[in-house]
């Protein structure tokens, strides 16, 4: 109950796109804030984008901002990353929270998915 599941992800040339999904099995209507991570190993996991439900809200890190786009309908929620790098290499989750006082907060979020690896190569 409450899985998330991501897909989209893959290898991809510097300058290029990929766009991430986010399924969500279950009832979801309890989830007013939902968001994407990311994490290389040895580092902690990293805040790119979160939207909010009433009112429609949009967060973003500002190394995404302009390049990555956050999402979402009935369906599942997704990322849209354009001008990819080589540094955006890492595995990339997706998360809900019922409620985040603050959306780039992972500790935020009750529920996640298992990551899906995206790999920008130069």
């Known amino acids: 109950q409450g899985q998330l599941v991501e897909s989209g992800g893959g290898l991809v040339q510097a300058g290029g796109s990929l766009m991430l999904s986010c399924a969500a099995a279950?009832?979801?209507?309890?989830?007013?804030?939902w968001g994407w991570f990311r994490q290389v190993p040895g580092k902690e996991r990293e805040f790119l984008a979160a939207?909010?439900?009433?009112?429609?809200i949009t967060y973003y890190a500002n190394s995404v901002k302009g390049r990555f786009t956050i999402s979402k309908d009935d369906g599942a929620m997704y990322l849209q990353m354009n001008t990819l790098k080589p540094e955006d290499t890492a595995i990339y989750y997706c998360?809900?929270?019922?409620?985040?006082?603050?959306?780039?907060?992972?500790?935020?979020?009750?529920?996640w998915g298992q990551g899906t690896q995206v790999t920008v190569s130069s």
């Open positions: 939207l909010t439900w009433r009112p429609f």
């Open positions: 279950g009832r979801t209507e309890s989830r007013s804030t």
């Open positions: 998360a809900a929270a019922r409620r985040a006082v603050d959306p780039s907060i992972a500790n935020e979020y009750e529920y």
